[in-house]
């Protein structure tokens, strides 16, 4: 039926109109430090059966090799989060922390739950405790003391201060990674950062460089792992999906027009 044409077509625009959002947000998050694109997935819908394969024929004694089946349109599974490693950038900043291979900083949100996330964008605060842009706690938590002359962060995320007319260096703290089994399970909350779910699973927390914990790079950042080319060459087949789709509908009204206008 003519009807069913453009309710496909229509299905088919909102997926490509969907595909256009997603390619839009990695590409407005293309220099957004720890970001991980996105990918939409889609999946047919279901078929109308006028004669299912293997159905018994007019002649009894035959079988119908494939039957008659009737799509009905696309249907958006999901948005997939590519938890991929970006590239490391050199900043030389002391308290800008990039992760190499596996893991998630752990931060503590001003309702006491704890956020995960690679942006390792780092500042300290009127306490002298490193917190994010927003102002979070990295966790576990330690304080910088006022009259340190620089910080550094090992890569198994050891944080020592060197202190004036001291040779040797204090020891803050350990920074903690944590992982999960899926991470695609994880929850966008904004500002980079992520919230477990139970598609995640709980995390697991660890010391940077052991096990299967990725290093800590101090001075330098990750990037997000946006590839441009890419993104535009998936926004320009999405446009002309789009576009396709709607001649699709066109020529479906216009064969509608033509039945109603039969005498």
Same mark, same amino acid.
């Given at each position: 039926m003519?009807? &069913?044409?453009?309710?496909i077509g229509a299905t088919g625009m909102l997926a490509q109109q969907l595909n256009v959002d997603v390619i839009s947000n990695n590409i407005a998050n293309m220099t957004t430090s720890g970001y991980k694109r996105q990918r939409p997935e889609f999946h047919d819908l279901i078929y #109308?059966?006028?004669? &299912?394969?293997?159905?018994?024929?007019?002649?009894? =004694?035959?079988?119908v090799p494939a039957g008659m089946q009737?799509?009905? *349109?696309? *249907? %958006?599974?999901?948005? /997939? &989060?590519?938890?991929?490693?970006?590239?490391? #950038?050199?900043?030389? =900043?002391?308290?800008? $922390?990039? %992760?190499? *291979?596996?893991? /998630?900083?752990?931060?503590?949100?001003? =309702?006491?739950e704890t956020a /995960?996330?690679?942006? *390792?964008?780092?500042q300290t605060n009127e306490n002298?405790?490193?917190?994010?842009? #927003?102002?979070? &706690? $990295?966790e576990p938590g330690f304080t910088?003391?006022?009259?340190?002359?620089? %910080?550094?962060?090992?890569v198994s995320g050891e944080v020592l201060a060197k202190l004036p007319q001291q040779s040797a260096l204090q020891n $803050?703290?350990?920074?903690?990674?944590?992982?999960?089994v899926n991470p695609a399970g994880l929850e966008a909350i904004g500002d980079t950062m992520f919230v477990e779910t139970d598609a995640s699973g709980d995390p697991q927390t660890g010391n940077p460089a052991e096990d299967h914990f990725g290093s800590i790079r101090q001075g330098t950042l990750e990037n997000s792992n946006v590839n441009v080319v890419e993104e535009i060459t998936n926004l320009i087949a999405a446009q002309r999906a789009y576009e396709m789709n709607s001649n699709v509908i066109s020529t479906s009204d216009e064969m509608l027009q033509t039945v109603t206008q039969l005498r």
């Open positions: 003519v009807t &069913r044409s453009l309710d #109308q059966n006028k004669l &299912r394969p293997g159905a018994t024929s007019t002649d009894a =004694n035959t079988t009737f799509g009905l *349109g696309v *249907g %958006i599974g999901s948005v /997939y &989060r590519l938890h991929e490693q970006g590239t490391i #950038q050199l900043t030389e =900043n002391s308290l800008d $922390l990039a %992760i190499l *291979g596996e893991g /998630y900083f752990q931060i503590e949100r001003p =309702n006491g /995960y996330t690679r942006a *390792g964008v780092f002298g405790e490193i917190v994010t842009a #927003q102002g979070y &706690r $990295l910088v003391p006022e009259d340190a002359v620089d %910080i550094i962060i090992n $803050l703290g350990q920074i903690e990674l944590a992982t999960f």
